[in-house]
């Protein structure tokens, strides 16, 4: 009887742990344990990855050398290859603080918005391309105002379909408004760094955080959004998610967010024809394009998702997932990898770094370029690519050895044009003109870069990328066009070989040539001395079609 | 292209380098493969063809784009109110009759199979697409490769000098791309959409063709700097992708019909879609793991009957012809040849005489490699509503086709933290259609 009775209390116990192990599991780790809040951001990133590699014993590779790091910097924040005045005027500079100086300088420049845009599009489209215009113009002005990451997301999530400021925010939900499953898994993913789709069909196998009830509870916030027949995003007045369980059991899914918080619909009585009333004004806007606006119930579960995601003591799943998706736009991978699987079996290789930079960015307003800042200033951003030590290098987790990284298509396709054109046409990226140059060549750049693979899980370079490059006018009659306005214009220009080369490897590559470098390329010169301008054409399509330019190292 | 210079990597333990072979058939025959495909000769001397044989499997999908009405193809109804005009036939196989439209394929189905029982309920153009491209539904989270992409990546080599997955469209329809999902870029299918030519793979006239390989060398050499400084990292796709160029380059010959005597030409016929099953064969010839060649467009909303009149007119000679010139060649005990599309039509003839989108009780046909001869699975009603016996679901075919050709359907990917099956959940293999 004893026993029996101290079983249950067991089961019990284990149950009552159970139904709370999420929101246990989601519980804000002490700050007590974590660097004091007013350390600057870069000293706090240098000082946690320090101490795992001083813990592991490893070394980091050393700080890469100042043209790696500025064409890094340049890539990273203004989406493109450092010009070559830049990239000399850089190496040359003797101020102490040049680094510190270059950031501030390109995160000023117009390049910045342009490219944070862009990563912004590519993150929130998960890959797919070329999203509507005036979406890409609302996420450019909300850069530019440093609007902050909480009231983005309100305006994706809730905005005013009548505001034409806000209106384009809606692009997220727009697109995906006819497939609940891709929304309430893309939004999961993006905004809280949870790829709940195994649990659709059955608890996860693996994971114990997630279950059925948290799949449909996520999908009941967005289970009433329709769209009305002039595309407008609306919701209805009622609704509910049903699902099956593994066991045949039907059941309604509560509405509950990723850690275990229900939101309950208030209940409101209503007469059959109040009822009635509401769902034909909804019915009516699916059907007529004349229809006015749509009504708006009094209880919106997406906008209570907006709501509960940034309450204190829920945030941490939208504050961890925004550090760690700008941690890996700048490193190549996240604090927590793969960036869509946040959940105990899959800790932070550095979770006291992962907490201070949460508790930092919701401190300050979710200030992603505060963030931003903070990493491209640390030591750990600056390290080199190359191992050229004894022993083995440190893991990938371990963020003491550089990432190579593909450029995005857009990158790729701005810094081929970049680097084709003369640099003497190309000093002035600090003047106020310069904002109406990269806005041409942003727009220019969309053909080209939708040619190009855009980088992800499997990045591969095709082999339409080596054909492209081999065998189509665009790139030989474009790219290396004997002209004044082009690179191979200035090398015509150039005195001797070696001048040549020198402004070539600057111009595309960043650098100055090895010494075995320069010679293999006088030997290629020469050899082509019969028809100097064709033999320069190559020598310029070689180093464009390198792999040196492909890839951010 | 000199032979030093084609990397010979990724051997496996397990097959010979296909290229190593042909590499020295080529020394023979004094021409390095890469500059043109004279080396196809050393195929006529037995012992080599036999070991190639016995070594390149592929898989030729004709693709019926719009969905091919199986009364009128592979599951005929004769005498039935949904049957419509046409009789059926007897075959080469006794108990076995299809319709009248495919006569020439009646005399083949010693080598071909027919699954009469497909269900897989999604009669929408894209939807039911993407099921039949990936043998599975569209799923938010996974971006799952298609048919051609995970043959390309079982079956093909990854030094290989010609392409993987080739996709040959058609004049009006069956344009869609299809893609490789999370296998990536490298097993993208070489799309030929606007010409019998794929894009860039011919030299410009404005670069000769000593110029055109000493910048690839030149460009090769700088890069190998790069590359070295850099190992074991995503650089290597890079260079592996620029090797490919000259044997692909070299590959535009394979798509160029000209190269065929007339004879051969006449055999298969005149249309489009027959020359483009002459090119498959050559494709497969030269160790081309996959062709699609989409024939379009069989959506018979109306006039059913006339459209496969004439459409199945025109598989009828182009796939008779291709199973012919396989099996002479000694190619067909490794070829796979599979005929679908995104649904079948419904048995309810509609008021323009015509039917519509139906994927309830539809077919699918297979021959050659792995395959019974002569097999039909499954069976419908007397008016052909509904599956009676041997229901299969897209992924089944996935799984049957994959058998066929030597892949273990019951192998799985790991995508991130997922692992990922070939074949979609609770599908297996046919036994009864295999060989």
């Not at chain 2, 009603?381 to 679901?393: F, I, L, P, S, Y």
């Amino acid at each position: 009887m004893l026993r029996q009775f101290c079983w249950m209390l067991m089961v019990m116990v284990v149950m009552h742990r159970c139904a709370d192990f999420a929101e246990l599991l989601s519980a804000e780790l002490l700050p007590a344990e974590l660097l004091p809040a007013e350390t600057p951001v870069d000293q706090a990133i240098d000082h946690y990855i320090q101490l795992q590699l001083d813990t592991k014993q490893k070394q980091p590779a050393a700080m890469a050398d100042e043209s790696t790091l500025i064409r890094r910097t340049t890539l990273d924040l203004a989406g493109r290859i450092a010009t070559l005045s830049e990239a000399q005027a850089y190496v040359a500079a003797t101020e102490t603080d040049k680094r510190s100086k270059l950031i501030e300088r390109l995160m000023a420049s117009p390049d910045f918005a342009f490219h944070f845009r862009n990563s912004l599009e590519g993150l929130l489209s998960d890959g797919q391309r070329n999203s509507p215009g005036d979406w890409r113009e609302y996420l450019l002005k909300a850069i530019r105002e440093h609007r902050p990451w909480d009231q983005m997301f309100r305006e994706m999530m809730t905005g005013n379909e009548e505001d034409v400021a806000i209106k384009p925010a809606l692009t997220f939900l727009r697109s995906r408004a006819r497939d609940l499953d891709q929304l309430t898994n893309d939004t999961s993913s993006l905004f809280f760094g949870v790829n709940v789709s195994c649990a659709k069909c059955h608890d996860h196998p693996l994971v114990d955080d997630w279950k059925q009830e948290h799949y449909f509870g996520m999908s009941s916030f967005f289970q009433r959004i329709y769209l009305t027949k002039t595309n407008l995003v609306a919701e209805k007045f009622s609704g509910e998610v049903k699902y099956k369980t593994t066991k045949g059991e039907e059941k309604l899914a509560r509405i509950m967010f990723l850690t275990g918080a229900v939101v309950e619909p208030p209940v409101v009585a209503k007469t059959p024809e109040q009822i009635k009333e509401e769902n034909d004004a909804v019915h009516q806007q699916t059907q007529d394009d004349k229809a006015g606006p749509p009504p708006k119930p009094d209880f919106s579960p997406r906008a209570k998702l907006v709501e509960l995601a940034l309450q204190a003591d829920q945030n941490h799943f939208f504050a961890r997932n925004a550090v760690n998706r700008i941690w890996a736009l700048y490193f190549g991978r996240g604090l927590v990898h793969p960036l869509d699987q946040m959940h105990s079996e899959n800790p932070a290789s550095h979770p006291e770094l992962l907490d201070w930079l949460s508790r930092d960015l919701v401190a300050h307003q979710y200030d992603l370029q505060r963030l931003i800042r903070g990493i491209v200033s640390s030591q750990a951003y600056g390290r080199s690519s190359v191992w050229d030590s004894a022993g083995d290098p440190p893991g990938p987790e371990q963020f003491g050895l550089a990432l190579v990284r593909p450029l995005s298509s857009r990158q790729y396709s701005l810094s081929l044009r970049l680097a084709s054109l003369n640099p003497e046409t190309m000093t002035a990226t600090s003047s106020p003109e310069w904002v109406n140059r990269r806005d041409e060549f942003e727009r220019n750049s969309d053909d080209l870069a939708n040619q190009f693979e855009v980088p992800g899980e499997n990045f591969q370079i095709s082999v339409d990328e080596a054909l492209l490059f081999n065998n189509s006018a665009r790139m030989w009659d474009e790219f290396v066009r004997d002209d004044g306005g082009m690179l191979i214009g200035s090398l015509k220009q150039k005195a001797d070989q070696s001048a040549q080369i020198e402004t070539a490897f600057w111009a595309i590559l960043g650098r100055a040539a090895q010494p075995v470098e320069r010679s293999a390329c006088e030997d290629f010169l020469t050899q082509k001395a019969a028809n100097p301008v064709l033999g320069l054409r190559q020598f310029v399509w070689s180093l464009l079609a390198s792999p040196e330019l492909r890839f951010n190292h | 292209m000199a032979r030093n210079d084609i990397p010979n990597r990724n051997l496996s333990q397990h097959d010979v380098s296909r290229r190593g072979f042909l590499g020295s058939a080529a020394l023979a025959g004094a021409a390095s493969f890469a500059a043109n495909m004279r080396v196809l000769d050393a195929l006529q001397t037995p012992t080599l063809a036999a070991e190639l044989k016995r070594q390149q499997k592929s898989v030729i999908l004709l693709w019926l784009a719009g969905g091919a009405s199986q009364l009128e193809t592979w599951d005929p109804k004769p005498g039935r109110i949904t049957g419509g005009p046409f009789r059926a036939i007897s075959t080469d196989i006794p108990s076995v009759q299809i319709s009248e439209l495919l006569p020439k394929m009646a005399q083949r189905m010693k080598t071909t199979a027919i699954i009469r029982s497909l269900n897989t309920r999604n009669g929408d153009h894209g939807g039911g697409t993407t099921l039949m491209e990936t043998g599975r539904a569209k799923e938010a989270a996974v971006d799952y490769p298609d048919l051609g992409a995970l043959i390309a990546r079982e079956l093909g080599r990854a030094d290989s000098q010609v392409p993987d997955y080739v996709s040959l469209y058609s004049e009006t329809e069956g344009r869609h791309k299809g893609g490789a999902g999370f296998l990536g870029a490298r097993y993208a299918p070489m799309f030929l959409s606007d010409s019998m030519i794929p894009p860039n793979i011919r030299r410009l006239d404005s670069i000769s063709e000593t110029d055109h390989t000493d910048r690839a060398a030149f460009q090769r050499l700088l890069a190998k700097q790069f590359q070295d400084r850099h190992p074991r990292s995503v650089v290597s796709s890079h260079g592996m992708a620029y090797e490919r160029v000259r044997g692909l380059m070299s590959s535009e010959t394979l798509f160029d019909v000209s190269q065929e005597p007339q004879s051969a030409r006449d055999f298969y016929g005149p249309t489009q879609f027959q020359e483009q099953c002459l090119i498959a064969r050559r494709l497969v010839e030269a160790g081309v793991p996959f062709v699609k060649v989409a024939r379009a467009w069989w959506d018979s909303h109306g006039q059913n009957f006339e459209t496969h009149r004439e459409l199945c007119a025109d598989l009828d000679q182009g796939m008779s012809a291709l199973l012919d010139d396989l099996g002479q060649r000694g190619l067909l005990e490794n070829t796979l040849v599979l005929t679908f599309g995104e649904f079948g039509r419904t048995p309810q003839i509609n008021p323009s005489l015509g039917r519509d989108h139906f994927a309830n009780a539809w077919s699918a046909s297979l021959s050659g490699c792995g395959i019974k001869g002569g097999a039909v699975y499954g069976k419908t009603d007397a008016d052909g509503h509904t599956v009676v016996e041997g229901e299969a679901k897209a992924g089944d075919l996935f799984a049957t086709i994959f058998s066929a050709v030597g892949i273990d359907p019951t192998k799985e990917y790991q995508v991130g933290a997922r692992p990922i099956p070939i074949v979609d959940f609770g599908c297996k293999a046919i036994p009864e259609i295999l060989a």
